[in-house]
């Protein structure tokens, strides 16, 4: 029976450090959101209203939230220093700064979203 018990502590060990593994991408959680573009400072202020609630951005294990719209992905996921967000149809990248900051790169607009 000895045995038996130290059987079954050794399956529950080992089934928790499986699905440990398992885990998200580490990047889940609230991030406030600053806009800075090609245009100035003028053009960012627009953009950067501390008023502003809505430029929150939640992101869940394979989902963000953004002004109160969900979208679902296939899988979010760490590659080459980005965050990556894939559909069955395309892939999109947020470059990873550091634990709490990413950046979204669209161009003209580039957003750095800040964990809160």
């Given at each position: 029976?000895?045995?038996?018990?130290?059987?079954k502590?050794?399956?529950?060990?080992?089934?928790?450090?499986?699905?440990?593994?398992?885990?998200?991408?580490?990047?889940?959680?609230?991030?406030?959101?600053?806009?800075e573009?090609?245009?100035?400072?003028?053009?960012?202020s627009?953009?950067?209203?501390?008023?502003?609630?809505?430029?929150?951005?939640?992101?869940?294990?394979?989902?963000?939230?953004?002004?109160?719209?969900?979208?679902?992905?296939?899988?979010?996921?760490v590659?080459?220093?980005?965050?990556?967000?894939?559909?069955?149809?395309?892939?999109?990248?947020?470059?990873?700064?550091?634990?709490?900051?990413?950046?979204?790169?669209?161009?003209?607009v580039?957003?750095t979203?800040?964990?809160?």
């Open positions: 029976m000895n045995l038996l018990s130290q059987l502590k050794t399956i529950v060990f080992f089934v928790v450090v499986i699905l440990s593994g398992c885990g998200g991408h580490g990047f889940e959680g609230e991030y406030k959101a600053k806009v573009s090609v245009f100035g400072s003028g053009f960012d627009f953009f950067n209203d501390e008023s502003s609630s809505e430029s929150n951005l939640i992101i869940g294990k394979d989902f963000i939230k953004v002004d109160g719209e969900r979208i679902d992905f296939d899988s979010i996921s590659r080459d220093n980005k965050l990556v967000l894939e559909t069955e149809d395309s892939e999109d990248f947020m470059t990873i700064v550091n634990e709490k900051t990413l950046i979204l790169d669209q161009g003209v580039s957003i979203y800040i964990k809160i």
